[in-house]
């Protein structure tokens, strides 16, 4: 991570919200799911996770059926407010924006859906472009959103710091050239990935860093 860099591109769920949690035990009580078979979606878009779940679920039907009454139970759940801030989340964020960092989001859950999430937590304007994981041909561990990101920003990939909790997004990121800090949420960093990244506990963990990645910090 010895590299200067010129904007940071955030995943969200998991990672700037705590959202993985409920949206597990959500899927862990409407279903027949095993929390195993749950973390092989993590950090997939829907498209790609509906097959997974197909396959787990004996039918697209039944993955669909599931989908639907979580998707209605977060919605009562979090009707009145949004998902918590991961720790560390506000403080980074703020840092980021007094220093004039361009910032952006690269989520694999849907583009409407990121946006009304980053709105019930009251950061979205830290955000210049915002991105969901149905704006691309090709989700997570591929490089699209990644370079799709970077387009809407102007920057060339190689000058992205991304910042992940899954090491599905983590092997996008590094396949676009981008610089990777990755943060676990639900699932341990794979093994191949981890050594590619900068892995820390929380994003507490990243204000002191700062000055070894930007210019003028």
Same mark, same amino acid.
């Given at each position: ?9 955030f ?9 993985e *949690?409920?949206?597990r ?5 409407l ?14 878009n ?5 097959a ?26 979090? *009707?009145?407010r ?12 703020q *840092?980021?924006q ?9 989520s694999?859950t ?6 009304? *999430?980053?709105d ?7 955000f210049?472009?915002?991105h969901?994981?149905d ?14 990101a970077?387009?809407?920003?102007g ?31 639900l ?10 990244c900068?892995?820390?506990?929380s994003l ?7 000055p ?6």
């Amino acid at each position: 991570m010895a590299r200067r860099f010129d904007a940071v591109i955030f995943d969200m769920d998991g990672l700037l919200l705590d959202s993985e *949690r409920p949206i597990r035990d959500a899927w862990l009580r409407l279903s027949s799911l095993t929390e195993a078979d749950y973390l092989l979606t993590v950090g997939r878009n829907r498209q790609d996770s509906l097959a997974v779940l197909s396959e787990k679920l004996g039918s697209v039907v039944e993955a669909e059926r599931v989908y639907a009454a979580v998707d209605a139970e977060i919605a009562v759940q979090f *009707r009145d407010r949004g998902f918590e801030l991961m720790p560390g989340a506000l403080a980074l964020l703020q *840092r980021l924006q007094s220093l004039g960092v361009p910032l952006a989001v690269a989520s694999s859950t849907r583009h409407a859906k990121v946006l009304e *999430r980053l709105d019930a937590a009251g950061i979205r304007t830290f955000f210049g472009p915002i991105h969901g994981g149905d704006q691309v041909a090709r989700g997570k561990p591929h490089p699209d959103l990644f370079e799709l990101a970077a387009l809407s920003l102007g920057i060339h990939p190689a000058k992205a710091l991304v910042f992940e909790d899954s090491s599905y997004g983590a092997q996008g990121a590094l396949t676009a050239g981008m610089g990777v800090v990755l943060v676990p949420d639900l699932k341990q960093p794979d093994p191949a990935i981890a050594p590619q990244c900068l892995v820390l506990g929380s994003l507490n963990e990243v204000p002191p860093r700062l000055p070894s990645w930007f210019r003028d910090t």
